[in-house]
């Protein structure tokens, strides 16, 4: 069984919204507490110690892998502008939630929780289910029966249990009452939300610094995520904002998140983040009505945008990427989508489509 070393160097938790510092030892599923007492509920982030490099800006030094990152960065070939995608499809599971699983799996077991839960419309229970298996622990799965029966039977596999509820809302409330028994919550559990636990977040970090060592130490002008609570984007977000902390850079790329239906469009528009925002669509896996602080964030901070895409542009998108041989999910395509819709605004411009979600690709 593989060892478990945490970074030394990793010091506190701070909320990235009011700066308040907390120690190591809380584990911080909900966020900041002083915040949600406010009813602002927000993220943490760790902090770590000088001086600062590639190492110490992670929270292990080992951890449990199966082999996930280090995926490509392939040119598109399309008319404008000069695209890449990064194609986490490659990873073990097909997604970019096997980042995050390695850590939060690697945080459970060295901190002896009985095992995992997590409510997911497919993708990252999978994720969550396949490592928590390699790491030998017990794992359970909250769904809707929405969930695609051939990925349920695959996750059952593993040896994971599946509970059903009638809504995506009260996949939060069982959650809660596991997490409360002694399981690891692999993704957010209250409302309004925050994002993932803070040390699994910390893994998409790595995205980040996968583009810049393939651009030769350059960045791109753009990173279009397809965004819902904000994980993925808030994680490269991070990584690209160390890159520029530790000199490495001069800026940092303008995050641009793709949502099905106006959400943080609308936040950025001037509503609360806390809101809830109606909206219906078959792109599941960025599906939900809400938005988090860490989501907002990001954007602001980098100067980037929200983009709606639906479902008719992502299967034109889609159609796009098969005829170059590349098959990804609806909700990946999305922010290739959104890329379309854009091109009289940077049609020149690098531009660095983050993806995942292929374990359906039609």
């Known amino acids: ?130 490592y928590a298996a390699f790491a030998g622990l017990p794992c359970v799965l909250i769904a809707t029966p929405q969930l695609n029966e051939e990925l349920a039977k695959v996750i059952q596999a593993t040896g994971a249990v599946i509970v059903w509820t009638d809504t995506s809302m009260e996949r939060w409330e069982r959650m809660k009452d596991y997490v409360n028994d002694g399981y690891f919550p692999a993704s957010n559990y209250i409302n309004p939300p925050v994002g993932t636990m803070p040390v699994g977040v910390q893994a998409y970090k790595m995205i980040a610094r996968e583009i810049y060592e393939d651009f ?31 000199g490495k850079t001069s800026s940092i790329p303008q995050m641009i998140a793709v949502e099905p239906f106006p959400r943080l469009k609308r936040v950025l528009e001037g509503e609360s983040y806390t809101g809830w925002f109606e909206g219906a669509t078959n792109l599941v896996s960025i599906n939900g009505q809400t938005v988090t602080k860490q989501l907002e964030q990001a954007v602001r901070k980098s100067r980037g945008k929200a983009v709606v895409a ?53």
């Open 216 to 246: 030769s130490g350059q960045i791109p002008s753009q990173v279009i995520v397809p965004s819902s609570r904000g994980d993925l984007l808030w994680g490269i977000y991070e990584g690209f904002q160390e890159l520029n902390q530790t």
């Open 1 to 130: 069984m593989q060892n478990i070393i945490w970074n030394p160097n990793m010091s506190h938790y701070e909320c990235i919204q009011c700066s308040q510092l907390y120690s190591l030892e809380e584990d911080m599923f909900e966020g900041c507490p002083a915040c949600a007492l406010d009813h602002q509920p927000a993220s943490v982030k760790p902090v770590y110690h000088e001086p600062w490099s590639k190492d110490n800006l992670l929270p292990f030094r080992q951890h449990i892998t199966m082999g996930e990152g280090g995926t490509s960065l392939l040119p598109l070939n399309i008319e404008h502008g000069s695209v890449y995608i990064k194609l986490e499809s490659q990873n073990p599971t097909g997604s970019h939630k096997d980042r995050m699983s390695a850590y939060v799996v690697s945080m459970a077991r060295s901190r002896k929780y009985k095992g995992m839960v997590i409510a997911s419309s497919g993708n990252a229970g999978l994720s969550v289910a396949s």
């Open 310 to 362: 639906d479902e008719k542009q992502s299967r034109h998108a889609q159609e796009q990427l098969h005829r170059l041989g590349i098959h990804l999910e609806l909700s990946s395509t999305a922010a290739l989508a959104a890329y379309y819709q854009k091109l009289n605004k940077y049609p020149s411009s690098t531009i660095v489509i983050g993806t995942s979600f292929s374990f359906t690709p039609i």
